[in-house]
């Protein structure tokens, strides 16, 4: 039972343009979510996060949205840069709870 | 560079061997966990150690056998292992009751 979906397998994008990525999820106890690039051979590395209480959290180049009632998330990269192309994986978690469940992943393709 | 290091970064092994995976952080974080990732697939949590807490298994056989020696310092040692378990393994931390995550460079076990 996939909790925690993204539905898209691969994203390409054109240098400099707006790379948008999305996750959904079906348990509503869901209240934390986080957005992770993962390089070939490298472990995940934690880029963006966002509590429930939220609706949009932005870090320099990123921005994540959440829309509770859909059970959605969407992760926005503008400028889209080489260095950007990796996996993507949306997870979620229990605020207070050590578990992340992750959804299955995106590769971003930047192209130059 | 990730504070979170892992030893070795690739290990072959015979199903009848006995082998042990290391993972160390210094980022003074009370929980760590072991992940598994095969090809194609999400990370997901195999060990939960959280400092003051029980630890957490999420239903992995015990041919994997976790050892926290302490708050900074976690072992995965494997024995008896089968050809499917080749796969990623992925260490990371976090201060307790925090979802953010981080990631070592993992593990990249193929069983023979």
């Known amino acids: 039972d996939q909790q925690v979906k993204q539905n898209s397998p691969s994203l390409s994008v054109q240098e400099g343009r707006i790379s948008i990525l999305n996750c959904d999820y079906t348990n509503s106890m869901f209240d934390y979510f986080l957005w992770y690039k993962k390089y070939p051979a490298e472990g995940p590395t934690f880029l963006i996060s966002?509590?429930?209480?939220?609706d949009k959290n932005e870090d320099g180049r990123f921005t994540v949205f959440l829309n509770k009632s859909a059970k959605h998330l969407s992760l926005h990269i503008v400028p889209s840069q080489p260095g950007d192309s990796a996996v993507y994986f949306c997870?979620?978690?229990?605020?207070?709870?050590?578990?992340?469940?992750f959804g299955t992943g995106t590769r971003l393709t930047i192209i130059p | 560079d990730t504070e979170v290091t892992q030893t070795p970064k690739h290990l072959v092994m015979g199903m009848t061997n006995k082998k042990s995976l290391k993972c160390e952080q210094h980022m003074g974080h009370r929980a760590m966990y072991w992940y598994k990732q095969k090809a194609k697939k999400p990370p997901e949590l195999m060990f939960v150690?959280?400092?003051?807490?029980?630890?957490i298994n999420e239903s992995v056989p015990s041919r994997f056998s976790p050892e926290c020696p302490n708050s900074s310092l976690l072992n995965l040692h494997l024995h008896a292992l089968q050809p499917e378990d080749s796969a990623l393994y992925l260490c990371a931390s976090s201060q307790n009751a925090e979802p953010e995550a981080f990631f070592g460079q993992g593990t990249r076990l193929t069983v023979v």
């Open positions: 997870a979620a978690s229990f605020f207070g709870n050590e578990k992340l469940t």
């Open positions: 966002i509590s429930s209480i939220k």
């Open positions: 150690y959280s400092y003051e807490k029980l630890p």
